[in-house]
């Protein structure tokens, strides 16, 4: 079985902003055009590889006046995706290029870790891996495919101590420690993509406030409906924690719960994947909404905005 990060899910401002910055100036693709469930007034935007593999899917809830965010315990730190080793000098160049601000890159855990923020500020870096440049990588417009991102690395979480959070990456979400460095505690899964959590000691720092840049949950893989019962009932029998019933996103089955330390968890299965309900040769291109939203579509179709 591969564990892992599924998908990561954010706040962002104006949609059209946050589809030309992720397909043009990072290069990825938009997998699914659907909307929130629960508010389907607004688009919930899913960007990854070529099919919109698990560990490779960046999603967003894009609201128009969403006030900023506040970084602090009990969130996602940074997000961060893979690049082949030696295309770290190609991105800063790039992102020179964007008018993206970024920082000067660092060593974390042996890895080149180019650290920059989008245009809501949500935090993100591109991290250099050896080997990348062997995995396929999804490639239209002007990144050449050498350079293309490759999915996600990980997340790194601010949280007030590492100890319950491991405990639920360890015993419950297939991770196992690998190291320390600073502040930072690594682990890390199988996964090719999206197989590392870094853990950010800080102490009684500031409780985070959800806006524009925030992360509003992060997603990790279950094979199937039995993985996650399984995991379910670990959650429950080993750490007394309880999860939400199970919710069908279309695209994948999952459950949520808040980890010791605030930061919302979901489990979301593999299957079915975003090639359901659309050809994978022309995913993200048409507005997919629920059966259950089918009925009210021009409706809907009228109070989202334009993408292009």
């Known amino acids: 079985m591969t564990h892992g990060i599924h998908h990561v899910t954010a706040i962002s401002g104006p949609a059209?902003?946050?589809?030309?910055?992720?397909?043009?100036?990072?290069?990825?693709?938009?997998v699914k055009k659907t909307v929130n469930f629960d508010d389907p007034g607004t688009y919930?935007?899913?960007?990854?590889?070529?099919?919109?593999?698990?560990?490779?899917?960046?999603?967003?809830?894009?609201?128009?006046?969403?006030?900023?965010?506040?970084l602090g315990v009990g969130e996602t730190q940074e997000t961060t995706f893979r690049v082949p080793a030696g295309s770290i000098g190609y991105w800063t160049q790039r992102l020179v290029?964007?008018?993206?601000?970024?920082?000067?890159?660092?060593?974390?855990f042996g890895e080149t870790v180019l650290a920059f923020t989008d245009p809501d500020g949500m935090r993100l870096?591109?991290?250099?891996?050896?080997?990348?440049?062997?995995?396929?990588?999804?490639?239209?417009?002007?990144?050449?495919?050498?350079?293309?991102?490759?999915?996600f690395?990980?997340?790194?979480?601010?949280?007030?101590?590492?100890?319950?959070?491991?405990?639920?990456l360890?015993?419950?979400?297939?991770?196992?420690?690998?190291?320390?460095?600073?502040?930072?505690?690594?682990?890390?899964?199988?996964a090719p993509m999206g197989g590392f959590v870094d853990l950010r000691v800080a102490?009684?720092?500031?409780?985070?406030?959800q806006g524009g840049g925030s992360v509003h949950h992060v997603a990790f893989r279950a094979a199937d409906d039995a993985a996650e019962a399984e995991m379910?009932?670990?959650?429950?029998?080993?750490?007394?924690?309880?999860?939400?019933?199970?919710?069908?996103?279309?695209?994948?089955?999952?459950?949520?719960?808040?980890?010791?330390?605030?930061?919302?968890?979901e489990i979301a299965t593999d299957i079915p994947g975003f090639a359901v309900d659309e050809p994978a040769a022309t995913l993200g291109e048409a507005l997919k909404l629920p059966s259950f939203l089918e009925g009210r579509r021009a409706e809907i179709e009228r109070v989202l905005p334009e993408l292009t």
């Open 16 to 30: 059209r902003r946050n589809v030309e910055f992720y397909l043009d100036t990072l290069g990825l693709r938009l």
């Open 44 to 70: 919930h935007l899913y960007y990854g590889d070529e099919a919109g593999q698990p560990g490779s899917i960046l999603t967003f809830f894009p609201w128009e006046h969403v006030a900023p965010g506040r």
């Open 97 to 108: 290029e964007k008018g993206v601000k970024h920082s000067t890159p660092v060593r974390r």
């Open 125 to 151: 870096a591109l991290v250099g891996v050896p080997g990348a440049d062997a995995e396929p990588a999804w490639s239209v417009g002007d990144i050449p495919a050498e350079h293309a991102i490759r999915g």
């Open 153 to 168: 690395h990980g997340v790194s979480l601010l949280v007030k101590e590492t100890a319950p959070t491991g405990a639920i």
């Open 170 to 190: 360890t015993d419950v979400l297939g991770f196992t420690e690998a190291g320390t460095e600073g502040a930072y505690v690594r682990f890390r899964s199988g």
């Open 203 to 209: 102490g009684d720092f500031l409780r985070g406030r």
């Open 232 to 265: 379910v009932r670990k959650l429950q029998e080993n750490h007394g924690i309880r999860t939400t019933e199970q919710k069908d996103r279309n695209y994948f089955r999952s459950v949520y719960f808040r980890e010791p330390n605030g930061v919302l968890f």
